[in-house]
């Protein structure tokens, strides 16, 4: 399993972020505080407090290519 701390602030991030994750085909979690949600959910994200940086778990050892997608959204 690989982690990154992303941030989502706005609608479009959120499209991007998910049109990104749903392409791999293993799964992706956010987890936000005891919140743990599907991260291909559009749904789901818009229930995390998005002001806060959110934990994304990619369940895999090669998260690279999906990292490098989604490097916009790291918070560094």
Do not use: C, W
């Not at 706005?10 to 005891?34: A, H, M, P, T």
């Not at 050892?61 to 560094?76: G, P, Q, R």
């Amino acid at each position: 399993m690989q982690e990154l701390i992303i941030s989502l602030t706005n609608v479009q991030d959120i499209r991007d972020f998910v049109n990104s994750v749903i392409l791999v085909e293993y799964d992706v979690d956010l987890v936000q505080g005891r919140y743990t949600i599907d991260a291909k959910s559009i749904m789901g994200i818009f229930s995390l407090d998005l002001l806060s940086p959110i934990k994304l778990l990619a369940h895999t050892d090669d998260a690279d290519a999906l990292f490098e997608k989604i490097a916009k959204f790291e918070v560094k």
